[in-house]
């Protein structure tokens, strides 16, 4: 499936329910695929995309950046603290916050370093066990201690149990958002995004669909 198809179902998905055109961010997760594929999305203009490992990013972006302008790098996988300042300096939003050890670093980092990625906080709304993410029921004191550290929090970020309907779960981050006044809200996936749109997803991370199956991780 095309950029092009992808891009149209959310710009059709946004006017059924009556969001601005433009209101929905497309994050290309460009995880575990050859360069060569990412570079073909790039040349096509498209500039936001989402990695899952500081490691694999390290090791793609750099040259992309040097060849192509304006790229938006989203981390959407687990940020490891002793990873947190080479994430500062690759990406502009880190969707993955899950833990007050993580926050307090990234925290004193954006000190030393005068600035902080956007920050979305991942919230384990089936509460998984194996899975990160702040339950439910803590989330509100989470985002209040992360507000505390003056973390730019932007929203919430969700990824709902394969074998429960996701637009439960996405219902569910949209109403702990509002509540807490965030706007952000990271959900939805290659299988779902169009019920995410519905429920007011400002980011939607679509991976397969744009770029096909990917590799060995």
Same mark, same amino acid.
């Given at each position: 499936?095309? +950029?092009?198809?992808?891009? &149209? @179902? #959310? *710009?059709?998905? /946004? ?8 209101? !929905? ?76 050890? +993580?926050?307090?670093?990234? &925290? @004193? #980092? *954006?000190?030393? /370093? ?8 991942? !919230? ?84 397969? *669909? ?8």
């Amino acid at each position: 499936m095309a +950029l092009e198809e992808i891009a &149209a @179902r #959310i *710009a059709e998905a /946004e006017a059924k329910a009556e969001r601005p055109a433009g209101s !929905v961010q497309l994050i290309a997760v460009s995880k575990v695929q050859p360069n060569e594929r990412v570079q073909a999305v790039l040349v096509k203009g498209h500039r936001i995309f989402g990695e899952n490992r500081v490691q694999e990013a390290e090791g793609k972006w750099p040259d992309f950046r040097e060849r192509f302008d304006r790229i938006d790098l989203h981390l959407i996988g687990p940020l490891q603290t002793n990873k947190t300042r080479q994430a500062f300096e690759l990406f502009q939003a880190i969707h993955s916050v899950d833990r007050p050890k +993580l926050a307090n670093n990234i &925290a @004193r #980092i *954006a000190q030393e /370093e005068g600035h902080c990625p956007d920050v979305f906080l991942q !919230v384990n709304t089936g509460e998984e066990p194996q899975k990160a993410g702040v339950l439910p029921g803590e989330i509100d004191a989470f985002i209040e201690s992360c507000r505390s550290l003056d973390l730019p929090v932007k929203g919430l970020m969700c990824i709902p149990p394969v074998a429960e309907e996701p637009s439960l779960h996405f219902a569910l981050l949209a109403k702990m958002a509002a509540r807490n006044g965030l706007a952000g809200l990271s959900m939805g996936m290659s299988g779902d995004f169009e019920s995410a749109i519905a429920l007011g997803a400002t980011h939607v991370r679509v991976g397969s *669909a744009i770029f096909g199956a990917r590799g060995v991780a």
